[in-house]
């Protein structure tokens, strides 16, 4: 018999990307900064964080952003790794290697992948709920990717089938590809 591999989670803490449970904008469009947010926190060695340091840590995300990139809404990968890269000095990379295999592979090697997702249908979404999301995935178990999505308050250490996952992976630009976060 074959054992399913496993990669025991990281530590990332949850981020919702409405951290005060309001839904319209600018929360509405902070799923990357939630994201990288997260990341941040787990690089870090940080823990759970406040809704109020939440809040206004995600604030200050859209203001870099207005300031560095000209607008926060609905980035591509290019300006989240910008994101990451500059504002909070995170070693992260672009990767267009977009396959079970590499994402295990990177999971594998303690790295936590930070994936823009269309039409991922997560039934806790708000109706309607979005076309395009980030989500965090930072480990796997059986047929499942292990992901903190911040478009719900019922994101954290939400499992996805590895295939939705697969089937979903698109960047605004339409480009199949995610980031690579290392602490």
Not at 39 to 65: F, H, K, P, S, V
Not at 81 to 91: G, H
Not at 161 to 175: A, F, P, R, Y
Request: hydrophobic letters at 40%.
């Amino acid at each position: 018999s074959t054992q399913e591999a496993t990669v025991l989670p990281q530590n990332v803490p949850f981020v919702a990307q409405a951290p005060y449970g309001l839904w319209n904008d600018p929360w509405a469009s902070f799923a990357e900064e939630a994201s990288v947010y997260m990341a941040y926190l787990w690089a870090n060695g940080m823990d759970a964080q406040t809704q109020e340091i939440n809040g206004q840590a995600l604030l200050a995300a859209r203001d870099w952003e207005l300031a560095n990139l000209g607008t926060y809404k609905d980035t591509d990968l290019s300006q989240t790794l910008r994101l990451l890269n500059e504002y909070y000095r995170l070693n992260a990379e672009l990767s267009y290697d977009v396959t079970l295999e590499n994402m295990q592979a990177q999971l594998d090697q303690g790295k936590i992948l930070i994936v823009p997702v269309q039409n991922l249908e997560n039934p806790h979404y708000g109706k309607p709920g979005p076309v395009f999301s980030v989500i965090v995935i930072y480990g796997y178990e059986g047929d499942g990717f292990l992901s903190n999505d911040p478009g719900t308050i019922r994101g954290e250490g939400y499992a996805y089938e590895t295939q939705k996952i697969l089937e979903s992976v698109q960047d605004l630009n339409g480009e199949v590809r995610m980031l690579l976060v290392s602490r």
